[in-house]
């Protein structure tokens, strides 16, 4: 299958070994995936911080870069989530109705990973190899607004080597919501140190997620208190084997 | 009766007359905070009392209630038929107000319209000296929160109790309440026991701190009150338009007594809480206490239909209260939040109200659903921060039984609020730098080196203080993707 990446601005700029993996691992189950240049961000931080007007001309051009894919696909539960949930919203409040209508239909061929790999590719099993022991956060917006269900714990039950444990309290917000961690600072370090409190106590070394902006924000308060715990996203453990060690 | 800017129309306002629905008055009632949102939490999240109180009651509720949900089969539907009846509500506002405001005249009651708070005060205060009472004993009620009234009897020499014990605690330690349903969320019993020791009139001066013994003492208080005080005050829950009754849920029994004792009944009701028919509360009445407090059932819900002679008050007023709800009816985007039925369940899910408690909301409500209804009832300038002390993860909307879309809303109204002016640059030559990908490359690249040069993920200039206050930021990669890419 020929699949278009949407790599979003933050794993562009920031983490792109979880873009890099996703790549990898499509092409090992044996799809082509291209790169679209013109694409750059979905335009989600402006609209969810009351910029809705600046985001138009980004919603304009993520349409028109996508239109011409059967299947899109981003390392990204919260980036699909605004493609899927706001960009026709923000087309048509801006009186766009034509771009209103071609970005539903982007957004209905535009899949997060773990969905892509689930419902479209049909596969649970992507041969990969990952010993550690893991423990796996569902970030609200793969959770609550794509309803990815366990789609992402049935990918990494599979993984040869990993030891899934449970998150407590799994399904509690990590406190980034884009700006919120910064316009709220303190009530998000609230609730960041809830969610690493739970993740130290599964024992995990590593802390996965389908979503590289909670995973900056967990890795980074993790990192800040040298608690030895890493965080990797989900496209990185599936595109790992054995060969590749 | 006199009707003037219900329902959208335009109408009288500070300095003339308004293209805009009015909105609250300032300077009266309790819906704006003094300090943001941010400063407020600051506070809040220092206080280790509160914050063990709320972790252990919203967690207790949080699982009481889920308990409950999971018995009903329909539970999602019948949240969708919440959701209905509202919209249809809201839909047809005018005309069911009015349909009420004939059912409650035919059985005896009176009803008067106020636009605002302080005319909802000047009403209540008016009939309260008319039947020379000095006292009014008082139902747990959040729009006479919302208005201040009990400040407004005050002034005009009336002392409201209130009979709720929660909502007795708070009056009596001169605080404020800090959610919908546990109005004293943020108290211990120790605390307790000095409040009514310090405040309660013929408290046992050996009070001690046992639950039971602090419900005994509220309960003699209580019931001397309730046999000497003519005149009752509540809010309602839902009133029928079809009957003109009116409805009040409550765990304790104080609101029944207020509710039939007195030979005065008034009622002060936010104008949406108007349902349809009778029938409508076979939805309402199973939705609510499952989502509050994870009842099957309230234990007392109390209807009364006007007067009936020789039982209960004998002198029935029903207030019907815009302030600023006609503002929030004429946005289709957020007219929404007048679909809450003020069950708290948004409250007991939010991350956010678990750690920072109701009072950092400034307002008397709190939690997802204030950060959407206060900002809109008073203009979002004057709450603006409100719309931003979410993370906008989706609980909300998936604990609320008439499926409001809080997020949706919060992200709505985050397009009203002020925004600075720094804040403003910086978004524009973001959207300015992302509609061009040479230049979004040649950025990225720039920042890289400009992040290989300084200090690693520590000490951002402002406004990304607050990231590295508290996290790392990642060593920037080698590559972005897109150079990756294109050398592959
Ligand atoms: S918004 Fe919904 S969940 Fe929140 S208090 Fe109102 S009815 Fe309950």
Sequence with gaps: ?245 | MTRRTFLGMPGPRDGGPGEHPVTAPRGVGHLRGDESFPAAARKALADPQLRRNLAHATTTIRGKSARVIAELPDWQQLRDAGSALKADTMARLPELLEELEAAVTAAGGVVHWATDANQANRIVADLVRATGADRVIKVKSMATQEIGLNEALQEAGVTPVETDLAELIVQLGDDRPSHILVPAIHRNRAEIREIFLRAMPGVDPGLTDEPAVLAAAARRYLRETFLRTPVAVSGANFAIAETGTLAVVESEGNGRMCLTLPDTLITVMGIEKVVPTWQDLEVFLQLLPRSSTGERMNPYTSMWTGVTPGDGPQNVHLVLLDNGRSAVLADPAGRQALHCIRCSACLNVCPVYERTGGHAYGSVYPGPIGAVLSPQLTGVPDNASLPYASSLCGACYDACPVRIDIPSMLVHLRNQAPHPRTESAAMAAAAYTMDRPRLYAAAQRAARLTRLAGRRGRGLPPPLTGWTASRDLPDPPPETFRDWWARR
Excluded: W
């Excluded at chain 1, 983490?15 to 092409?27: C, D, G, I, S, Y």
């Excluded at chain 1, 771009?99 to 957004?107: E, I, M, P, Q």
């Design chain 1, 1 to 245: 299958m020929r699949i278009a990446l949407f790599v979003t601005c933050l794993a562009d700029t920031m983490f792109p070994a979880a873009a890099q993996a996703t790549v990898r691992l499509l092409e090992r189950l044996g799809h082509e995936v291209v790169f679209p240049a013109e694409q750059t961000c979905c335009g989600q931080m402006h609209i969810n911080t009351g910029y809705q007007k600046d985001a138009v001309p980004l919603v304009r051009r993520h349409v028109r870069t996508f239109a011409g894919y059967d299947v899109v696909v981003a390392p990204s539960g919260s980036c699909v989530g605004s493609v899927r949930h706001q960009h026709a919203m923000v087309a048509a409040a801006a009186g766009d109705e034509g771009l209103a209508a071609r970005a539903g239909d982007v957004a209905a061929r535009t899949y997060e990973l773990s969905e892509l790999l689930v419902d479209v590719l049909g596969v649970e099993d992507v041969g990969a190899y990952y010993p550690h022991r893991v423990t796996y956060h569902p970030t609200c917006h793969s959770l609550r607004v794509l309803r990815v269900g366990d789609k992402p714990v049935r990918l990494l039950r599979r993984v040869r080597g990993l030891d899934l444990v449970e998150l407590p309290a799994a399904d509690q917000c990590c406190g980034f919501g884009g700006t919120f961690a910064v316009k709220n600072a303190d009530t998000s370090t609230a609730m960041l140190t809830d969610k690493m409190r739970h993740v130290l106590a599964t024992g995990a070394d590593v802390c996965t997620a389908g979503d590289a902006s909670c995973l900056m924000h967990i890795g980074g308060g993790l990192s800040r208190l040298h608690t030895g715990v890493r965080t990797v996203h989900l496209a990185e453990i599936l595109a790992a084997t054995e060969a590749a060690r």
